[in-house]
């Protein structure tokens, strides 16, 4: 088997890694914002609730969380399997919501109370005073520690193969069973490292695109 | 009729009693300075009339209308808190420049928001050349498109004032405008409060500059422990009639 039939067949199915990885941040940003808000809410059964959500997502392997996800419904209700690149999604899809949201709350809270009082005493309303006043300087706090969460969710984008979705590794690893080649495997690495090589340079730039102000 | 009339207003943080039946009138192009050391509760009350803390008794009327009564809870809801508050205006210790946006961009945002949000029918050019207008009157007209961080601290104290000014309030609150500048900045936001004082602006002050206030207020009120302890013309509070706890304070400012 030539190597370029191998490579080209690992790209195939680094889509599934790419595929995770945007998912993840589309769904899980967004959700990790709301996760955030019932984190800081003044409602202290919604903020009992949602911190217990994170301390559980966030102590727990995200291989189990997949496993779980995959086979917990059928074994515990009786449902019918979902399709594996689904439940992949949906545990990934919680599992960064929730560390997205701990850098969300912090970011928030960060913030100098100033701010706020400044858009209230101008008439803002309160969603005037998040979207045009506090959003963006929280971005901008954020950019680091989000950088961080979405390089680890490069590499973790190959733990989807515990329930045999076939991204890279499983791909190459199947090399290494059947036909003996460890070379595949080793290769992978340059695909990780391109990726998060691209998102370094992503993350430089938007941070260095919210440096005029401070 | 005054401008705005404040009546027994009192306010606890816990069980510490912070401000205690505060009365006063403030008339049309008056200037109130409010002295008093560190814990008088001078900017409490500040806070209090521009609904940054609500009081826990006692009423609030601006040209008689009321807009706070403790014991009338439509007054506390936060929707009518909002419109309320644009009868007064803040001028913060520490500026509070929303950072991200120019000079410029800081006195049209919420006259932006809110021709938008309300439909006024005031056009985005109009209130940007109010805006520049505001600024010029500052002494920025060469910062309009600088950030915050560019400027100066008096410089950003002054874009607040703007800010501030923007709005159209009827009163005009400050709260120790320049006690986190630079002596030699001071100078320049004290003219500009002055000029103001001086186109009949309705101003109440909370300062610890007490030359400054002995010559642009019409009236003093020496706070101690949450109450009016003295209170009248500069004249009086500091020359003809001035207590012991004044007398006291003066001598550790002046020092």
Sequence with gaps: MSASVIINRLLECSWLNIEIFFVTLLLGLPLGLIIAFGSMSKFAPLRAFTQTVVWIIRGTPLMLQVIIVYYGPGLMFGMKLMPRMDAALLAFVINYACYFSEIFRGGIQSMPVGQREAGEVLGMTKRQIFFKVTLLQVIKRIVPPMGNEFITLVKDTSLARIIANKEIIMMAQEYAASNGLIWPLFSTAVFFLIASGLLTLLLNYAEKKLSYFN | MPILEVNNIGKSFGETRVLENI????????????????????????????????????????????????????????????????????????????????????????????????????????????????????????????????????????????????????????????????????????????????????MIIVTHEIDFARDVSSRVIFMDRGVVAQEGTPQYVFDEAPIPRLAEFLGQVKR
Excluded: W
């Design chain 2, 23 to 202: 009365s006063f009138t403030l008339e049309e192009g008056e200037v109130l300075s409010i002295i008093g050391s560190s814990g008088s509760g001078k900017t409490t009350l500040l806070r209090c009339l521009n609904f940054l803390e609500i009081p826990d008794q006692g009423s609030i009327y601006v040209r008689g209308n009321k807009l706070f009564c403790s014991e009338d809870p439509i007054t506390r809801s936060e929707e009518e808190i909002r419109r309320k508050r644009l009868h007064f205006g803040l001028v913060f210790q520490n500026f509070n420049l929303f950072p991200q946006y120019t000079a410029l961009e800081n006195v049209t945002l919420a006259r932006k928001l809110m021709a938008k949000a309300e439909k006024t029918g005031e056009t985005e050019q109009a209130i940007i050349e109010e805006g520049k207008q505001l600024l010029i009157k500052m002494g920025l007209e060469d910062r309009m498109e600088n950030y915050p961080h560019q400027l100066s601290g008096g410089q950003q104290q002054r874009v607040a004032i703007a800010r501030a000014l923007a709005m159209k309030p009827d009163i005009l609150c400050f709260d120790e405008p320049t006690s986190a500048l630079d002596p030699e900045l001071t100078g320049a936001v004290l003219k500009v409060i002055k000029d103001l004082a001086d186109q009949k602006t309705t």
